[in-house]
């Protein structure tokens, strides 16, 4: 039972390059969210996907696009990377997007931007 | 100002210890308080949650929402060294419940 699966789970840039965070959910569940998490910060939303067909901006969504390829799949973009995109970027999904806010994480895809 | 605000510690704690936790909120309108876990290198997971003002309790963790003080609290007993992660709070955002508003996290050590 795979839940949230994130790849890659480490990368290194540098400054202007580009990249996918590619996240998969096998639940069914039809909303899933990026988030980006640092130290002092906690977990801050970034693209959101209510369902399938639909995005929207969070918190911090400058320098991101998302694509919501299908139900299962949710992936974010950097087109060209900064120093303050380092993160650890944590995809999320939950049955639906008003519940009792349990959303199912995956285990992070850690992000250098050099 | 964020809106949650979570000491991110870390708080070391002999094992079988009580183990305090405190997040407060400005949002007078949150109705859902969550409490998540998560351990070094993995994503969080939900560990309870609680709807408006009182206590939960389950197993050896208790959560209590202070509506009036807008603080919640979580306590876990009688703490083991599998407790060690870091406890983040978390409630819905008034316009979507999807988007949480997380702490920052307090870092919990349960030393043997």
């Known amino acids: 039972n795979a839940g949230v699966t994130q790849t890659p789970k480490f990368q290194v840039l540098k400054t202007g390059q580009s990249m996918t965070l590619q996240c998969a959910q096998d639940?069914?569940?039809?909303?899933m969210y990026w988030y980006r998490q640092d130290p002092g910060m906690g977990l801050r939303l970034i693209y959101y996907?209510?369902?399938?067909?639909?995005?929207d901006k969070g918190e911090v969504p400058n320098g991101y696009n998302v694509s919501r390829l299908n139900k299962r799949e949710f992936s974010l973009r950097l087109e060209s990377a900064a120093p303050s995109q380092t993160s650890v970027y944590f995809c999320?999904?939950?049955?639906?997007?008003?519940?009792?806010?349990?959303?199912?994480f995956g285990e992070g895809s850690r992000l250098t931007v050099l | 100002q964020k809106e949650v605000e979570q000491d991110p510690g870390p708080l070391s704690v002999p094992e079988g210890a009580i183990v305090s936790l405190n997040c407060t909120y400005s949002?007078?309108?949150?109705?859902?308080f969550m409490w998540y876990r998560q351990y070094s290198r993995k994503g969080p997971e939900l560990l309870m949650y609680?709807?408006?003002?009182g206590n939960k309790e389950d197993g050896r963790f208790t959560a209590q929402v202070d509506k009036s003080s807008k603080y919640i609290s979580l306590f876990i007993r009688d703490s083991q060294p599998s407790d060690s992660a870091t406890y983040l709070c978390?409630?819905?955002?008034?316009?979507?419940?999807?988007?949480?508003?997380f702490g920052a996290g307090t870092q919990v050590v349960v030393t043997p």
């Open positions: 999320a999904s939950s049955v639906r997007q008003h519940n009792t806010g349990e959303l199912f």
């Open positions: 949002n007078s309108a949150f109705q859902y």
């Open positions: 609680t709807y408006s003002s």
């Open positions: 978390a409630m819905p955002s008034t316009d979507s419940w999807g988007k949480l508003q």
């Open positions: 639940m069914n569940h039809n909303s």
């Open positions: 996907s209510a369902s399938e067909g639909t995005t």
